[in-house]
């Protein structure tokens, strides 16, 4: 018996199909083509996700579940034990990617020194454009300047 290899993960659509199994207790083919069309914008070939979640159970990482005992379509995926292990794996790889990406884009308030990814309160004070976490921020700033 031929062993497999590991399973690798070198796209979008396939960490983003790891993310929908790993946030849901159950999922179907059908679900994860609609939320990578809805999500990403992205249209996937149902024979590209079947196969990937084919390859997954093969690797013991998902089962079968059936959602409906009524329907033979509505059969879903669930992760094993192992299939946590596995996107764990992969998250924590990943995530040193999107913490470089991430970095690159914060703020810090010139208040309290908490990082501002978005939405952050801006204020010229002086000849400075600072950020802050919110205007209560920028007022004690104003203040410890008198």
């Not at 992760?79 to 470089?100: A, K, M, S, W, Y």
């Amino acid at each position: 018996m031929a062993e497999e290899t590991e399973i690798k993960i070198q796209n979008l659509t396939k960490f983003y199909m790891l993310v929908l199994l790993k946030s849901n207790d159950t999922v179907t083919g059908y679900f994860i083509l609609k939320k990578l069309q809805k999500d990403l914008e992205k249209t996937a070939s149902p024979t590209y996700v079947y196969d990937f979640l084919k390859s997954l159970k093969s690797q013991g990482y998902v089962e079968d579940v059936a959602k409906s005992k009524t329907s033979k379509r509505s059969k879903g995926y669930q992760l094993t034990p192992q299939g946590h292990e596995f996107i764990d794996r992969i998250f924590i790889r990943f995530n040193n990617l999107i913490e470089v990406a991430i970095q690159s884009r914060l703020e810090i308030c010139a208040s309290c020194g908490v990082r501002l990814y978005d939405n952050y309160h801006s204020e010229k004070i002086g000849n400075k454009d600072l950020n802050f976490c919110c205007k209560h921020c920028a007022k004690a700033f104003k203040n410890e300047q008198l």
